[in-house]
């Protein structure tokens, strides 16, 4: 992007104690990001950016380092900035004992002792200028960022708010969404005006679909096509 690497979905790694990966139901015994990077001759010290979308665990444990007995976390990507909303970020700093669970106590002391943390507060950070446009939901945590890059016709990653294709369905949500009407309200209005613009969706949540395009059908109910395979 604009001649820079950048990575927008980081994905759990391989950071979980034993116990939590079965707590969890983390099968993997590698570091999968690390694994998809390789295989495009892509090394973690030379992605350039790092947009978090939110602080899950499920989204933000890729930038650590696998666990190893006896070993502090680290930090991977040793080069990047780490771009995270400012709402995002304050909520994993201080979570909601709701919510304390799906955040890595550890993580927020680490991007700040990096050097590298940018926090975002609008439509467009100080680094990536006016390459990616950022829009931002409540519905699911507080503060989400979401990432449109390329304007009308472009992508956008949604994240967590619309996750794969079973939820571009309006009243489908998840278990752990804060505030789920709201979320449907925020994923309404986002899937009306994505869809004039004929923007894509990239999944972070769908085992087989990694980006559609999404429409209405004949009953004005939200569906997808164009739809591309995950690799």
Known sequence: LNGLNVLFEDGVGAFFKPKLKERFGVHQDDHVLLRSLQARGISHDEIDIVVLSHLHFDHAGGILSKYEAGQPMRLLFPKAKFLVGET????????HPRDRASFIPELPKLLEASGRLELVTGN???TLGDAVQFRYSDGHTLGLM????????GVLYSSDLVAGRPWVH?????GIDRYPELGVDEKHALLDDIIKRGIRLFFTHDLECAMALPVT??????????EQETV
């Open 146 to 153: 979401l990432s449109e890059i390329g304007g009308n016709g």
């Open 170 to 174: 309006l009243p489908i949500s998840m």
């Open 88 to 95: 995002a970020w304050e909520r994993a700093r201080k979570p």
């Open 124 to 126: 467009r950070s100080a």
């Open 217 to 226: 059908d004949d009953q004005g109910r939200y569906t997808t096509t164009d």
